[in-house]
């Protein structure tokens, strides 16, 4: 081909090039172009081949032409780049607009669960009168879940705690009395009297209804010392029952069984919601039942190395669930479990 045809052809080339460009309408489409006309397998990249068959002569001139392809077409590219890129930009902003005056999206905090603002307001009653905070295992021995609590092997009353057991010595504790035996053992009357309380998940093999679970979470309360009486009991239970359900509480001590304490008692509040009339919380009777107590049993004492002729003591076990579900008016047991937010969001502010 003569040197005047490539010229012509690279110019020709140049043209359309620019016209292409021009109607190219987004930046991948340009990119398309660029390889079309100047790639490996482009048009100007067969011109550029015809090189080797022209004369000395006749080469720069078909550099110079290449060269002004290159000009005409850069020029345009650039420019036309530059227009699509600013127009996609602008198609992309418009497209992902942030609207800035939107409220932000409010992260949920969780809040306690009400059992366990229950069991730490007892708690701090507690405290308050000077006793200390004691843990107990929850997988214990029958040593002291019920031997050492006076329910020595084939006991009657073991049936009315029917126990989930690990093998014949070690079972899931049925109640948190037997944290009474541990503290006695270590507890040296040197320092002072014992007082203490323990809280804790006990495990019973319980049909589970509106007012009773398989498990649940007890407090004991003990206190060891010379002359201790259940006047003092009746005293702290009553100090505790207007401290968790309001200053004109009254309290009734009731004669009940528990092989660990003699006396025994039931200990009933007068009711907070009809103040003795008779509703249906307190099932018309005028008294709620809160919780298990007596006078710590003398074998009991002693099994634990106590001198029962020197020291007695008192004992209460009430369920927090049942202090919880008085205050707050649940109607089943189930609720403290289930984990739904709707239930467990009420508590937010805790005891009102
Ligand atoms: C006892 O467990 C005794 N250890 C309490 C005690 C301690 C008496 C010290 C004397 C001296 P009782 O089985 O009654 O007693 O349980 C005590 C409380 O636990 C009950 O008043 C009740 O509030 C709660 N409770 C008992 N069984 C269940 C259950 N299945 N589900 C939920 N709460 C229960």
Redesign the pocket.
């Given at each position: 081909m003569s040197i005047e045809a490539l010229q012509n052809q690279a110019a020709q080339l140049a043209k359309e090039a620019v016209t292409q460009i021009e109607s190219a309408d987004s930046t991948k489409e340009l990119q398309q172009i660029r390889v079309q006309y100047t790639g490996k397998k482009g048009e100007l990249t067969a011109i550029s081949k015809e090189m080797r068959n022209l004369s000395n002569e006749e080469k720069p001139l078909l550099g110079q032409a290449i060269s002004g392809f290159h000009e005409t077409f850069n020029n345009a590219f650039g420019e036309k780049e530059t227009r699509l890129k600013e127009a996609e930009l602008a198609a992309q902003l418009a497209a992902e607009t942030i609207d800035v005056t939107l409220p932000g999206r409010i992260q949920a905090t969780g809040t306690r669960h009400i059992l366990t603002q229950t069991r730490e307001e007892i708690e701090d009653f507690f405290l308050g009168l000077g006793y200390q905070v004691v843990d107990g295992p929850e997988v214990e021995l029958d040593l002291y879940n019920f031997e050492k609590?006076n329910l020595p092997k084939n006991h009657p009353a073991r049936d009315?705690?029917d126990t989930f057991y690990i093998d014949d010595e070690v079972m899931l504790r049925?109640?948190?009395?037997p944290v009474?035996a541990r503290t006695m053992e270590q507890h040296d009357f040197t320092k002072g009297p014992l007082k203490m309380i323990s809280p804790g998940k006990?495990f019973?093999r319980?049909d589970?209804d509106a007012?009773?679970?398989?498990?649940?979470?007890?407090i004991?309360?003990?206190v060891v010392d010379e002359h201790v009486t259940l006047a003092d009991l009746k005293g702290t239970l009553l100090l505790f029952a207007q401290a968790m359900f309001g200053e004109q509480r009254e309290i009734r001590l009731r004669p009940?069984y528990?092989p660990?304490?003699e006396p025994?008692?039931?200990a009933d509040i007068s009711c907070f919601k009809c103040e003795g009339a008779g509703c249906n919380i307190c099932k018309q009777t005028g008294w709620i039942?809160?919780?298990?107590?007596?006078v710590?049993h003398p074998d009991v004492l002693e099994m634990s190395g106590i001198d029962s002729k020197k020291y007695s003591g008192?004992?209460?076990?009430?369920?927090?669930?049942?202090?919880a579900m008085l205050r707050h008016n649940v109607d089943d047991?189930r609720h403290f479990y289930q984990n739904d937010s709707r239930f467990l969001t009420q508590f937010k502010g805790g005891h009102k």
């Open positions: 609590m009315m705690q049925t109640h948190t009395s009474q006990v019973r319980d589970d007012t009773h679970s398989h498990q649940f979470q007890q004991e309360g003990l009940s528990f660990f304490t025994s008692v039931e039942e809160i919780l298990g107590s007596g710590v008192f004992a209460f076990g009430l369920g927090i669930e049942r202090v047991i």
